[in-house]
């Protein structure tokens, strides 16, 4: 929440108010009893303990727990499917270093999964939700808005279709299943989507 006394935007070395009041947090330091901004961006103040913070515009995402985190699927094991990060839902920068995150068997869909490869493929794209942010990136896509947003056919590779009980290839006919993303549409720019990879 940002402070109504405070700017919406703040230069590195504004003033944003006394030690006394405030306790320095991350994008400030303190020098002589008052605390300045150490970056471009947005000012907050957390009313639980009166520390200030300076959110940076255009920032490097940091992965935090509830985050959503669109990911690529590169293998699918017994218990877990192993992902890549590409981005958290609230950013629209990248995440630097390609961390990994999994998404345990249990936390793939609501209710009992059989085989996670019933319910993902490797390429994937799929949004989940964290879990565990540290040490390392657990996910789970159980909730009905979480699971793939965009997939290809296992045949030839263009972008599937969603179809009354499944996922439709345009180009070859090919049927396949996953736990898609309630309002997802993949593959709905169609059939012409460009060269199979």
Same mark, same amino acid.
């Given at each position: 929440m940002?402070? #109504?006394?405070?700017?919406?935007?703040?230069?590195?070395?504004?003033y944003?108010?006394?030690?006394?009041?405030?306790l320095?947090?991350?994008?400030?330091?303190?020098?002589r009893? !008052? @605390?300045?901004?150490?970056?471009?961006?947005?000012p907050? +103040?957390d009313?639980?303990?009166?520390s200030?913070? +300076?959110?940076? !515009?255009?920032?490097?995402p940091?992965?935090?727990e509830?985050?959503?985190? %669109?990911?690529?699927v590169?293998e @699918?094991?017994?218990?877990?499917?192993?992902?890549?990060v590409? =981005?958290?839902g609230?950013s629209?920068?990248t +995440? #630097?270093g390609a961390?990994?995150?999994?998404?345990?068997?249990?936390?793939?869909k609501e /209710? %009992?999964?059989e085989s996670?490869s019933?319910?993902?493929?490797?390429?994937d794209?799929?949004? /989940?939700? +964290?879990?565990?942010?540290?040490?390392?990136?657990?996910l789970?896509? =159980? =909730?009905?808005?979480?699971?793939?947003?965009?997939a290809?056919?296992?045949?030839?590779?263009?972008?599937?279709?969603i179809?009354?009980?499944?996922?439709?290839?345009?180009?070859c006919?090919?049927?396949?299943? !996953?736990?898609?993303?309630?309002?997802?549409r993949?593959?709905?720019? /169609?059939?012409?989507d460009?060269? =199979?990879?």
């Open positions: 940002t402070d #109504p006394e405070l700017p919406k935007l703040v230069l590195p070395g504004d944003l108010g006394a030690a006394e009041e405030f320095p947090g991350r994008g400030t330091y303190e020098n009893g !008052r @605390i300045y901004a150490s970056l471009l961006g947005t907050h +103040v009313p639980r303990d009166r200030i913070r +300076v959110d940076a !515009r255009n920032g490097i940091e992965i935090r509830d985050d959503l985190l %669109y990911c690529r590169d @699918i094991k017994t218990a877990m499917a192993i992902c890549t590409l =981005a958290v609230s629209e920068r +995440v #630097p961390p990994e995150a999994t998404v345990h068997i249990s936390k793939a /209710g %009992y999964t996670l019933g319910e993902f493929a490797v390429g794209i799929l949004v /989940g939700r +964290v879990l565990q942010a540290h040490p390392s990136i657990k789970t896509t =159980a =909730a009905p808005p979480l699971g793939v947003v965009a290809r056919c296992q045949v030839c590779h263009a972008l599937l279709r179809g009354p009980k499944e996922l439709v290839c345009p180009r006919g090919h049927t396949e299943r !996953r736990k898609v993303a309630q309002g997802a993949p593959g709905a720019s /169609g059939p012409d460009g060269p =199979a990879r």
